[in-house]
């Protein structure tokens, strides 16, 4: 960039992106999980249903698992994750607040998608229950 | 922790007298019939607040209707279709027309005093908003008058909304009409955005932000990726019924349910859009009443922003009835449970505050509505949950159980904290505050009444009547309850009319009001006038005003940051997004005709097409353009140097790259159009999971030849390329010597060619298969995606001939940039979108064939 | 049992409220499989979230006005922590579970063995109803649904024009019927009687007026019942009832009407081979008797505004009293 002060903005759009990083992955694993179950159960129909179903919840759990050790990691090593994305270190005296944020918002997260992930195993994949 | 509060204040007194002078003349309202072209933000803040209200008043009214026809069964008072359009007018008015604009309005209102800048960073996009909003609200809500309303209901499925079963205007009005509103909601949202993230005072950090900021920060980001999925369904579906273009009709491969996924992915963050603003205003509220600082600030700033994920999660829980397979429908039902949490979080806040806070616990007009609010949020987020396990909803859907469900978290998490701010804020702009005496009848009326009406619908709705019914057999036995709830509806009417009253009573627009009547700790307290505040403060906490006792004195005798005018126009400081520190003084647009104009041109675009008036329409539309170019002309000036702000700071008065405002909100609207561009690829695959019978190679005409697509891409890549040289090749400032001048204005207009011969050549190629657009919803899906690149280039197209006229005008040069770096990044990212578009178009089919 | 008088001493103080109410559209009495799993769970609900409502206001109370010592533990993120995030944390993920058990067991109901299947087609504002008997053989009715009790029936829920829901409150949840799909539900009758059904999802004009009658039968009474509906209309022998039946074909009546047996074959609106032994006319607009029926077919867009009959004033008034004693004998 051919200007001077924009590199702070820049990484402050990182920081903010960096607070939302549990989010950002819940996004990620439920478009993945919604996305390939409506899709396998649309093509499976008529098919052979008991190995297809199983490959359905297997990638459902398979990325919930992923996902969760995704943001397990980043709630565990912010510091890392931070310079990953915003290419800096964290704003010295606003690195408590923004950490706190970051961290309470990645467990939510993670209970979000344990709670999405909990359905793959309680019910069949394609079923219309009713 | 670690921010001191400057050893010496920002600027030494006593200030000159000049200079409260001329902030008085520069930031003046204009007086009269001018008045129409005011941007200052507690005037446009006020009529939009005012507007607002009138819509809730008119669509309360249409409630009593309701209400009256449903008083008693078998009822004769209104008849069947009229009741039909009513309640597709009051639900559409009371979400379109009345909770998203009241909120922005607050946002305008009092997001400027709060942060203690001047105004918003682009005050005439905010009056612009708002006169769209007027205008076409107002034309939206008076077809009911003469019979021409809408009557599918607020949500407008299809089939039933389709040409053959809605025919005549009455759908398209709604179409039309609200996907203009949603327009200016997103030019709110971006207002909303830029200004919370960069017109804070030095000083206030991420951490000692308002909440009210916070949660307008989320609401706004929450508009910007919520929205374009219902302008996306609105567009699509008004295509159908204008040029049948089939996306939901079942026969032809469409499908009814993508509207249902594209609305609700709006419709249910919209419920939490809606209510994240009023808990901002209660998590202020809540402080100033118990006297003491909120406690869980940080865990209210989670709840905001898991919210606003979440609820982005929940939407296929208005589609648990529609046949979809069980375990999809248990990922929705698990979001709607992650959500309530981040609602556990703030109710607990609110009661931990106050059991924190001085004795006694002052219990006024606004600290009851807070109560009210507290007691029937809680009861509606219970039944939240309720309708949230899937087999429960299987019954309560559709029926008076969901009524009484959505008005108790709307009526309950919104309206009740609105009561709350209108007494709690009034001594902002009103030089009388309201009557505690009327307001205390205004709520209990108001309470009592919402639960008497509201609460009984729960029991009738599980007694089996349905909702959106006109009339019922007195053979079931639902008349005592629905009474009941009539009953109720007039009482809480009776409590708006009390508030009513008192607004006529004491309601005074002015300064010289009571200064801080609740000894609140927040900015907006702060003394001001039209220019907000005399100077702006150095903030090093929270609650500045509770921390600094003497920092209203120190404001108002300007010993703060910039005191004055040093530009000698409207000007407010810039800091930066985390730390807010000053990084340069934005000059900001005054008062004008041009953002009114634009407005009155823009409604009458769309709402002449709604009546197929195509060409005094077209005449409307170019008008509406002309007026926004003269707008933007007014715009970017030019350099006036560094001036002092206080303490020795030295800012620059023009600012330009990924520091500059501008830049944000040009990285805002992309993400909009992306958001809108994504809803669009969602949707192409769905149609084909639903109907890969009707998609090439099998079903349809054949792809073009690739060298169509390829002659698509290189003229983009090609266009892009010469974007970034005539970037290149921008004059030095102050220097007009350059060689070839026309050489930079003629490539931007060679790349906005290229832009358009790209689109052309795509479409040319689909057209020269055959490929009908109303043949089946494959053909309609893919003119679909270039009418959607297609529109971008049009507006880059505007931009890039926009920027060849300044550079002419010797207006652009190196360092004066903004409106070609506006200019290229649209041209980038349309032309990003536009070869994510062939990839779609002629790569998808080829890998499935 | 203790569990299940409680919810009878709770139902019995709702019944005040419910006063006059009528209970044949009511989830509060169910008589299917699936309705009484939901009512139970509404009342676990119901009772839990009574309970967390009071808690809170409890608790609002006690930091408005509760003495210093009751309010300390509350005034600190600790409590927001316990109440606002783990107890909610806890109550949801059992509440989850439960949901889903719930939700995991409409797939159990094995499909019934008599080979009977049954198709119901939403059409603007009325249902059409088709039976499908082992051999493959079909017979039509509308606006009436007869099944035999204790075993699951599969509904094929369709829609000829706009989206309708399916909803039989007493029996089981709605389930809605989408143009190009085919959404099958599975009711199974508990009890014996007739309950009362209605249109769930708006469907324009006279959605109010789009009701339905479930009638579950013993086995040897749905046996009997399919019997007598699938064979042809039945000759009547009283003469003006006669005069009506030839009316009924010269006026063009057959031309959308279907009655087995004669000349009139119309598929446009209901079946009416055997309308006079239905429990309501103009889908449960109307009762059934003759009087209805002539008052349905000169007056039937005021009854029921914008339904796709037209209003017949053709006919003298003995000419209607003829054709309504006629299709009121069509039992």
Not at chain 2, 91 to 114: D, K, N, S
Not at chain 2, 168 to 197: R, T
Not at chain 2, 487 to 499: D, E, K, R, S
Request: proline letters at 6%.
């Amino acid at each position: 960039m051919r200007r001077t002060g924009s590199r702070s903005n820049l990484q402050g759009m990182g920081t903010l992106v960096f607070m939302l990083v549990g989010p950002i992955v819940w996004t990620v694993h439920l478009t993945l999980i919604y996305g390939s179950q409506s899709l396998l159960c649309a093509l499976n129909l008529g098919e052979d249903r008991s190995a297809g179903n199983a490959a359905i919840i297997a990638i459902i759990l398979v990325a919930t698992a992923v996902c969760i050790a995704a943001v397990g990691f980043s709630a565990a090593r912010p510091g890392f994750v931070h310079a990953l994305i915003a290419r800096a270190d964290l704003p010295a005296d606003q690195a408590g607040f923004i950490v706190t944020i970051m961290r309470v918002l990645a467990w939510l997260s993670i209970l979000a998608m344990l709670y999405a992930g909990l359905g793959a195993v309680i019910l069949p994949a394609c079923g219309q229950l009713r | 922790m670690t921010q001191q509060y400057p050893a010496e204040l920002p600027n030494k007194g006593p200030r000159p007298k000049e200079e409260l002078e001329e902030l008085e003349r520069i930031w003046a309202t204009p007086k009269g019939f001018k008045l129409l072209t005011v941007v200052n933000n507690t005037v446009v803040g006020t009529i939009y607040i005012g507007a607002a209200f009138l819509f809730f008043v008119l669509a309360g009214i249409l409630a009593l209707l309701m209400r009256t026809q449903l008083a008693v069964a078998d009822n004769n008072f209104l008849s069947q279709d009229l009741y039909n359009q009513i309640f597709t007018v009051h639900g559409t008015t009371m979400m379109f027309l009345f909770a998203v604009p009241i909120v922005e309005a607050l946002g305008v209102m009092l997001l400027p005093q709060m942060l203690a800048a001047r105004d918003l960073p682009f005050p005439r996009l905010s009056a612009f908003a708002m006169w769209a909003y007027i205008i076409g609200g107002l034309v939206f809500f008076s077809t009911i008058f003469y019979d021409m309303a809408p009557k599918g209901g607020w949500f407008m499925y299809p089939p039933l909304t389709l040409t053959e079963y809605s025919p005549g205007n009455n759908a398209d009005f709604w179409l039309l009409g609200i996907g203009f509103i949603e327009i200016s909601a997103i030019a709110g949202a971006i207002e909303i955005i830029v200004g919370v993230l960069r017109t804070r005072p030095p000083g206030m950090t991420l951490a000692k932000m308002p909440v009210f900021a916070w949660a307008m920060l989320i609401f706004a980001a929450m508009i910007v990726f919520a929205f374009p999925a219902v302008i996306l369904a609105t567009m699509l579906l008004e295509l159908e019924r204008s040029f049948g273009w089939p996306f939901f009709t079942a026969a032809l491969g469409g499908d009814a349910l993508l509207w249902q996924h594209l609305f609700w992915f709006f419709g249910h963050p919209e419920v939490y859009i809606i209510f994240l603003p009023a808990a901002g205003l209660v998590s202020m509220m809540v402080p100033t009443m118990a006297q003491t600082p909120l406690i869980g600030y940080r865990l209210i700033v989670v709840a905001l922003i898991a919210t606003g994920f979440f609820s982005f999660g929940l939407w296929v829980h208005h589609m648990f009835t529609t046949g979809i397979p069980g375990l999809s429908l248990a990922f929705f039902s698990a979001a709607s449970m992650a959500v309530a949490i981040p609602s556990g979080i703030q109710v607990f806040s609110w009661i931990a505050t106050i059991a924190a806070g001085k004795r006694p616990f002052r219990i006024n007009v606004p600290s009851l509505f807070i109560l009210g609010f507290l007691f029937i949020f809680v009861l509606g987020g219970l039944t939240g949950v309720m309708v949230a396990v899937v087999p429960f909803d299987f019954q309560a859907h559709d029926t008076y159980f969901i009524v009484a469900h959505l008005h108790y978290v709307l009526v309950g998490g919104m309206v009740f904290p609105l009561f709350a701010t209108f007494y709690y804020w009034a001594p902002m702009v009103s030089r009388k505050m309201l009557s505690e005496r009327l307001g205390r009848w205004a709520f209990w009326l108001m309470f009592i009444g919402f639960n008497t009406a509201f609460f009984p619908m729960h029991i009738t709705g599980l007694a089996g009547m349905p909702r959106r019914v006109w009339t019922y057999s007195g053979y079931l036995g639902w008349d005592l309850l629905n009474s009941i709830s009539t009953a109720g509806a007039f009482i809480m009417a009776t409590g708006v009319l009390v508030f009513i009253i008192d607004l006529i009573r004491n309601f005074r627009l002015g300064g010289g009001g009571p200064e801080n009547p609740w000894n609140a700790g927040t900015l907006e307290f702060l003394p001001t006038d039209v220019y907000s505040t005399r100077s702006v403060p150095h903030v090093t906490s929270r609650e500045p005003l509770w921390d600094q006792p003497d920092l209203a004195q120190q404001v108002r005798e300007g010993l703060h940051y910039l005191p004055n005018a040093p530009t000698g126009r409207r000007e407010t400081i810039i800091t930066s997004v985390i730390e807010a520190k000053p990084q340069y003084l934005m000059q900001m647009a005054g008062s004008s005709w041009t953002h009114v104009a634009a407005a009155v041109f823009t409604a009458g675009c769309f709402l002449l097409l709604t009546i197929k008036a195509v060409a005094i329409a077209l005449i409307s539309g170019v008008l509406a353009i002309v007026s926004f170019i003269v707008w933007g002309w007014q715009l970017d000036r030019p350099d006036q140097g560094e001036v002092d702000i206080g303490s020795g700071i030295r800012l620059p008065t023009y600012m330009a790259g990924p520091s500059s405002h501008s830049w944000w909100a040009m990285v805002i609207v992309m993400l909009v159009a992306a958001s809108l561009f994504i809803s669009y690829i969602f949707s192409y695959l769905y149609l084909w999971i639903v109907s890969p019978e009707v998609w090439a190679p099998a079903g349809s005409p054949a792809l073009p030849p690739l060298t169509y697509p390829v002659n698509s891409a290189i003229l983009m890549v090609f266009g892009s390329v010469l974007v970034y040289w005539a970037g290149k090749r921008l004059p030095a400032a102050g220097r007009l010597d350059l060689p070839l001048p026309l050489l930079t204005p003629a490539m931007l207009i060679l790349a906005a060619a290229f832009l358009a011969g790209s689109v052309g050549v795509e479409v040319l190629g689909h057209l020269r298969m055959g490929l009908d657009p109303s043949a089946n919803s494959y053909s309609a899906m893919v003119y679909m995606g270039s009418f959607l690149t297609g529109q971008a280039a049009f507006a880059t197209i505007i931009l890039c001939a926009f920027a060849c006229g300044r550079l002419v005008s010797k207006r652009l040069d190196q360092k004066r940039s903004v409106t070609f770096d506006n200019a290229a990044l649209l041209y980038w990212y349309t032309a990003g979108q536009g070869l994510c578009g062939l990839v779609l178009i002629h790569g998808f089919p080829r890998v499935i064939g | 049992m203790s569990k299940g008088r409680l919810r009878t001493t709770v139902s019995a103080g709702l019944l005040v409220l419910l006063a006059g109410c009528n209970q044949e559209q009511s989830t509060f009495a169910p008589t299917g499989a699936e309705a009484e799993r939901i009512n139970v769970l509404f009342w676990v609900m119901t009772i839990a979230g009574g309970l967390i409502l009071v808690g809170v206001i409890v608790l609002s109370a006690v930091a408005i006005r509760g003495r210093e010592a009751l309010r300390a533990p509350l005034s600190g993120e600790r409590f927001i922590r316990g109440a606002g995030i783990a107890f909610p944390a806890v109550v949801l993920s059992m509440l989850l579970v439960y949901g889903f058990v719930i939700l995991g067991a409409g797939a159990s109901a094995p499909p019934s063995d008599n080979g009977i299947r049954f198709a119901i087609r939403g059409e603007q504002w009325w249902w059409r109803v088709t039976y499908f008997d082992a051999d493959g053989n079909s017979f039509e009715s509308a606006n009436e649904l007869h099944v035999p009790v204790g075993q699951p029936v599969r509904l094929e829920l369709t829609t000829a024009d706009v989206i309708h829901s399916f909803w039989a409150p007493r029996l089981a949840g709605k389930l809605d019927m989408i143009p190009g799909r085919t959404n099958i539900l599975t009711l199974t009758a508990t009890e014996e009687g007739v309950s009362r059904g209605q249109c769930a999802e708006y469907c324009g004009g006279a959605h109010a007026f789009m009701s339905f009658h479930v009638v579950a039968h013993t086995s040897e009474d749905f046996e009997e019942w399919m019997a007598k509906e699938s064979g042809p209309a039945v000759k009547n022998e009283n003469e003006r009832a006669e005069r009506g039946g030839e009316l009924f074909l010269d006026a063009g009546c057959g031309g959308c009407h279907t009655i087995r047996g004669t000349a009139a074959t119309g598929a446009i609106g209901p079946d009416l081979t055997h309308v006079g032994g239905r429990r309501s006319l103009a889908a449960a607009t109307l009762p059934n008797s003759a009087g209805a029926f002539a008052d349905w077919i000169s007056n039937n867009q005021h009854i029921k505004p914008e339904n796709k009959m037209p209003p017949y004033n053709i006919f003298t008034q003995s000419q209607l009293e003829d054709l309504a004693l006629y299709l009121e004998s069509l039992k």
